[in-house]
């Protein structure tokens, strides 16, 4: 069964820093990996998805992320977060090629940005 | 309407009543879901539809069922709610390639 593993449940940071959310996941297939951003009180927003190609995924927001199939990672970075990013952040897969096509999600980062 | 609305926003229900979340969406996506947020735990899914006409369970079935009698809609039914259904509830759909889902805004939803 595929699994997706968020390694830290919050992340605080300062305005300005550099961040970097991590995820890991599990699956003997091929994987489509998405990172998706949830702002206080609202749904889920897709920040970017990766299908193929570049490894190197750019999203909206600044974010970037980078898959790494040997390592079977996806992590989310910005090189400078704001006070906006302030948000829970979830890493999802979606096993290609069967009949399932929902997400299977990870526990979610909370990324509280400090002044 | 704009990608995925659901109805109601958010419902205080006491034990044992029925209720029905409604999520409609105008995407014409032949793939629906439904999932629930819980602290700690992420999205998990209850029930999914491939296309109209068709549902599937997903990992967290027990007391809900679902009904796709057409495209756009994707009804949640809890026919005897209990406190442990208190969650968020979030829709979404996709196109049939899953290449990605949209969501929903929830239903925050408390059993007492």
């Known amino acids: 069964a595929q699994s997706v593993t968020q390694l830290d449940s919050q992340v605080p940071v300062f305005e300005e820093a550099p961040v970097e959310l991590r995820c890991n996941y599990s699956?003997?297939?091929?994987?489509?990996l998405f990172w998706y951003v949830q702002y206080p009180n609202q749904g889920l927003q897709l920040l970017l998805k990766?299908?193929?190609?570049?490894?190197l995924v750019k999203g909206i927001n600044g974010f970037e992320a980078e898959f790494n199939k040997s390592q079977t990672s996806f992590h989310l970075r910005k090189p400078s977060v704001h006070i906006s990013d302030t948000a829970e952040y979830f890493c999802?897969?979606?096993?290609?090629?069967?009949?399932?096509?929902?997400?299977?999600f990870g526990s979610g980062t909370r990324l509280q940005v400090q002044p | 309407i704009a990608g995925i609305t659901q109805a109601p926003t958010s419902q205080i229900l006491a034990a044992g009543r029925r209720m029905t979340l409604r999520c409609t969406q105008d995407m014409r996506h032949n793939a629906m879901y439904w999932y629930r947020q819980d602290l700690g735990l992420g999205l998990r899914l209850i029930h999914y539809?491939?296309?109209?006409?068709?549902?599937g369970k997903g990992e967290v079935p027990d007391g809900y069922s679902v009904s796709r009698a057409n495209t756009d809609d994707f009804p949640l039914t809890l026919a005897s709610a209990v406190p442990s259904q208190t969650s968020v509830y979030f829709c979404a759909s996709s196109d049939s390639q899953g290449r990605e889902q949209f969501f929903g805004p929830g239903t925050r939803l408390t059993v007492l």
């Open positions: 539809s491939n296309t109209a006409g068709t549902t």
């Open positions: 699956s003997s297939v091929s994987v489509y």
């Open positions: 999802a897969i979606h096993i290609r090629n069967t009949g399932r096509r929902a997400l299977t």
């Open positions: 990766y299908l193929s190609g570049s490894t």
